[in-house]
């Protein structure tokens, strides 16, 4: 029969390779910090994946803080769980947080929806290509996976998502940054954020 010391001393033998040891933090960091997501699609253009781009964009997305303190607002890109298919990740923004008025977009049968408690209203920056809360309505906040930091890939988009308009009034750039602009002003035209007590 084998003691403790004798067993201990096998196993002492083996080496344990570095990136196999350091592999559960690596998962740890993955799975409940920042996660990296390839975003496919159209409906978030031209804010990610422009057609400009050879490339489809790889975001950093922050789960701990949403898991964490529910960290998101309006205009914030997110990661979340589709209400109609909970293995499928959608990218969004949300438009409204509860107790907006929302004035939606076709093909929703209201024209103005008030965003019910614990729940946010999604859409997708290009509504023609977009499944969204146009279609589905308010979704719950549960379902927002985590927040979109910044793009890694590819290169020449690497960092935050911030609209340049100082850029050259003529280049591909400033149009983009132009159409950026426009957008979000359209967008937040759509939402009235006074919350009525009582």
């Known amino acids: 029969m084998r003691t403790w010391h004798s067993l201990f001393g096998a196993l002492s033998r083996f080496r344990i390779p570095p990136w196999l040891y350091w592999s559960p933090t690596a998962v740890l960091l993955a799975t409940s910090f920042y996660v990296p997501m390839q975003i496919s699609g159209r409906s978030m253009q031209p804010t990610l994946n422009p ?39 959608l990218v969004k923004r949300i438009v409204g947080v509860e107790g907006d008025l929302v004035r939606t977009l076709p093909p929703y049968p209201d024209s103005v929806v008030r965003v019910p408690p614990g729940h946010v209203w999604i859409e997708g920056d290009e509504p023609f290509y977009s499944d969204d809360s146009n279609r589905f309505g308010p979704i719950p906040a549960a379902l927002i996976d985590a927040k979109l930091v910044g793009i890694l890939w590819p290169p020449n988009r690497f960092g935050r998502l911030t609209p340049d308009v100082s850029l050259a009034k003529n280049g591909a750039a400033y149009r983009h940054a132009m159409t950026l602009l426009q957008k979000e002003r359209s967008r937040k035209a759509r939402v009235n954020s006074i919350h009525i007590q009582g």
């Open 51 to 89: 057609d400009s781009s050879a490339w489809r964009d790889v975001g950093i997305f922050d789960r701990f803080r949403v898991g964490l303190s529910h960290d998101f607002h309006r205009d914030d890109i997110v990661a979340l769980r589709s209400p109609e298919n909970r293995d499928r990740m």
